[in-house]
């Protein structure tokens, strides 16, 4: 009996070489492929959703590894999520929050579950001090 080329992933080391393999796969773009790479990605991504890497993480930390990974700079995220230079700086420098619709745009550009940028984290900002977490700041003052 021949062995499967691919097995449920049970360990770290494994899963970093399917993404490899993925990778190089997708760069390749043969149509030969589609399948393998079917199902590679259905393997990272029940790994992903049993050892999620970003749960622990806050949106931000977040957010910077992903531009870090995919060489992405603040000047990037103006076009990707339509806000000014000003906006993007405060949102990484921990002085506004994400929006609901700046996470949809995250989400939906890179590819994850709005979940991973729809966490709570604090503000640094000293006028924002008051508020508990990021989640407020999208509220409308009365």
């Known amino acids: 009996m021949d062995t499967l080329k691919y097995t449920v992933i049970k360990d ?21 492929t589609i399948d ?5 990605t259905l393997l990272i991504e029940k790994w992903d959703n049993e050892h999620s890497t970003f749960n622990d993480s806050d949106p931000i930390v ?19 999520l339509d806000l ?19 996470i949809r745009k995250l989400s939906d550009y890179f590819k994850l579950s709005q979940e991973a940028f729809n966490r709570p984290y604090k503000l640094k900002h000293e006028v924002n001090r008051h508020f508990r977490n990021a989640s407020l700041m999208n509220t409308k003052k009365i």
């Open 84 to 102: 000014s230079k000003g906006t993007i700086s405060k949102i990484l420098n921990y002085q506004k929050g994400l929006s609901k619709d700046t």
């Open 12 to 32: 770290v080391e494994q899963y970093n070489k399917y993404c490899n393999i993925l990778e190089e796969l997708i760069l390749i773009d043969n149509k030969a």
């Open 36 to 40: 393998e790479i079917e199902l590679l």
């Open 62 to 80: 977040l957010l910077k590894a992903i531009m870090e990974e995919h060489d992405l700079k603040a000047k990037d995220l103006v076009n990707i």
